[in-house]
């Protein structure tokens, strides 16, 4: 992989990571349409070291609260708002760890096909128009249950899938459930973190376990920096989006992208 390589792909990973869009879809798409080898799961996940990063900046102080909030209950404390959402946190984070266990390796090689992607990217992009259609969009992040969390973390566990987008199908559940835009991507953005982090720990585990890949890691290190700046960037802007507008523009882009991968793969243009 050259430094340009990873470095094109460390920006699309910081657009679509946070963007209901697909990520993964995106780092699979881009090497194929300009003929790039496929640079495999172990770098995605690399990339995401810096959307993580990303993550953990842009939310800092309310992951402080939530931290705080969440060990105080465990000392017996009362239930504060902050306490709650990090129990919501927690439970809402085991099915997306649980199916990524279990399907990491199919996720990574079969299901990592154009046709795969371009089928995920439209269905999500359907199922959110209705989604925007029914969602009341009434509930904020402190008024959540536990109910909410549990099926927007059920939700999640489907980005496995590429062309889903963790995002995309998190928004797509909150709005379902009754949440503003707003909260619905705060709470993805919330409920991505752990499970972000869990996979590149495991990554790491198994480097250390069976070598690291001979990725180049003066790309590696800047793909990982550009994703994290350009994530960061991401983020403030999706926010201040969904605060005034509908999710519709993703819905388009999405609906587009999957017909010419489509056309794409079926022309033979790969």
């Given amino acids: 992989m050259t430094l340009l390589q ?7 990973q910081g657009v679509t990571e946070f963007l209901p869009v697909s990520s993964t879809a995106h780092l699979a798409l881009t090497p194929w349409v300009f003929g790039w080898p496929d640079p ?3 770098f995605d996940v690399a990339l995401h070291v810096g959307t993580l990063v990303a993550l953990l900046l842009f939310f800092r102080a309310e992951w402080v609260q939530l931290v705080q909030g969440g060990l105080a209950l465990l000392r017996g404390g009362r239930r504060t708002p902050n306490a709650q959402l990090a129990l ?10 649980i199916v990524g266990a279990l399907l990491s390796n199919f996720a990574d090689t079969t299901l990592r096909h154009p046709l795969v992607i371009a089928s995920a990217l439209i269905v999500l992009a359907l ?3 209705i989604a925007e259609r029914v969602g009341r969009r009434k509930t904020e ?8 969390a549990l099926a927007v973390g059920c939700a ?6 590429p062309g889903v987008s963790r995002s995309g199908v998190t928004i797509t559940a909150g709005l379902f459930r009754g949440m503003t835009r707003e909260a619905a991507a705060r709470f993805s953005f919330f409920l991505s973190t752990p499970v972000i982090g869990a996979a590149v720990a495991k990554t790491i585990f198994d480097g250390v376990r069976h070598g690291f ?7 590696v290190a800047a793909g990982i920096v550009v994703s994290g700046v350009v994530g960061y960037l991401s983020i403030a802007f999706l926010l201040r989006y969904l605060a005034t507008h509908s999710t519709y523009i993703f819905v388009y882009y999405r609906i587009v992208l999957g017909i010419l991968v489509v056309a794409a793969y079926f022309g033979g243009l790969r």
């Fill in 127 to 129: 199922v959110l128009v």
């Fill in 88 to 97: 919501y946190l927690i439970l809402a984070t085991i099915p997306a760890l």
């Fill in 6 to 12: 990873a470095i094109v792909l460390g920006a699309v």
């Fill in 213 to 219: 890949s001979a990725a180049n890691p003066t790309s």
């Fill in 40 to 42: 495999g799961l172990s």
């Fill in 141 to 148: 992040l402190k008024d959540i249950s536990m109910g909410d």
């Fill in 156 to 161: 999640q566990a489907l980005a496995i899938i």
